[in-house]
Structures are given as C-alpha cells and as structure tokens.
C-alpha cells in the first residue's frame, strides 16, 4: 500500500504542474493529465499524434464525481455500471467543468467511474477526473503490456508509474453511448 501511496503522490505533483502521466489503468496502460487542464490535454494530443476531432476519455473515482462532470446522468448509466462485468465506458452528453479539448463536436464525453485501486487513490487526491487514452501513437496497435510501450511514448510522458509493469492488459473497456434522449448504443463490448 506503501508504494501506491508514493506513486500517486509522485503523480499528483507532475499533474498539478500541467504534466502528463504513464500509468497502470483498469484496462490497459494509458497516457493521461489532469482533464479540466487544456494545456495538458494537448500535450497528450500532440505526444500521440492524434487529432483532436477524435476524443480521448476520462476517469472518475465514483458515481459523485461523476455527477460533477455530466450535466445530466441518465438513470440507466447507473444500472449499466452497477452491473457491468468489466470496465465499461459511458459516453455522456453535456459534460461540463472539463477542458473544451476534451469535449467531442456534438458535445459528449466517455468517462469511466474506475473501479482500480491505484486509479481510484489518484483521482481522489486530485481531486478532478483524469485523462485515459492508451499508451500508443495513434493508428499503432495498442500495447498489451508494458514492455510493449514504444521508446517514443515512454520519453514523452513527464512521469512513468511503478506499478503493475508485468500486469498483462488484453483488452480495453466497453464502449456504450447514452444519450438524454434515451438512445443506447454500444459502441465497443
């Protein structure tokens, strides 16, 4: 527990400053920041070579938290998530209090309440949800594993967690869009 601790207080200090973070997600490893700072949200952009019409997502620690970052969470988010097998992320619409980068065009974002203990510690202490994109260029294979993050990602990144390397990752999360509209899609299972 100790050496959680200690990474998620490394974390936070290079998060407040506007850096970018590698680390051990729910799912598989992931670039994030700090998703209410613009700034870091592009050096995440820039660092993956992605455009920003294609979104990235964010973590949350909890269902309250999560309701601070989404004008409205329809009540089927809450039976989706309270069943859910695996890590599932939800496309919301209307989020708000978030970096404008990180909002898609038609005004949506996938936020992923976490269930990871090292995620769910970080989040707490900073206090804002968190950028979660994966470790690689955008159009390359996304790693499994760590050993599997190129030279490039890993020099990127302000900070690399030590955590969790030998942690195999075979899948993202689920992908269901939900709109206040009452519209459920699944995008990825």
């Known amino acids: 527990m100790e050496r959680i601790e200690q990474e998620v207080r490394n974390c936070i200090d290079v998060l407040k400053k506007g850096g970018i973070i590698l680390y051990p997600t729910d799912t598989v490893w992931g670039i994030g920041c700090d998703a209410t700072n613009a700034n870091a949200v592009d050096k995440v952009f820039q660092l993956k070579k992605r455009e920003e ?6 973590l949350v620690s909890n269902f309250k ?3 601070q970052y989404v004008e409205d969470v329809p ?3 809450y039976d ?6 695996k890590p599932t992320t939800v496309i919301y619409d209307k989020p708000v ?3 404008e980068n990180l909002v898609s065009d038609d005004d949506s974002l996938g936020i ?4 990871d203990t090292f995620c769910s510690d970080l989040i707490k202490k900073l206090k804002r949800p968190l950028v979660s994109t994966s ?3 955008s159009g390359q294979p996304t790693p499994q594993s760590f050993d599997q993050i190129t ?7 302000d900070y690399v967690v030590n955590l969790q390397r030998s942690k195999k990752s075979p899948r993202p999360s689920a992908i269901i869009k939900l709109s206040n509209d009452g519209l459920v899609k699944v995008i990825r299972k």
Do not use: D, F
């Open 53 to 58: 019409s294609k979104a990235l997502i964010c």
């Open 65 to 67: 938290m999560l309701e």
């Open 75 to 77: 009540e089927t988010a």
């Open 80 to 85: 989706i998530l309270k069943y859910a097998k």
């Open 97 to 99: 209090h978030i970096a």
């Open 112 to 115: 992923r309440v976490v269930r």
């Open 135 to 137: 470790a690689n260029v």
């Open 151 to 157: 030279p490039q990602i890993l020099k990127g990144v």
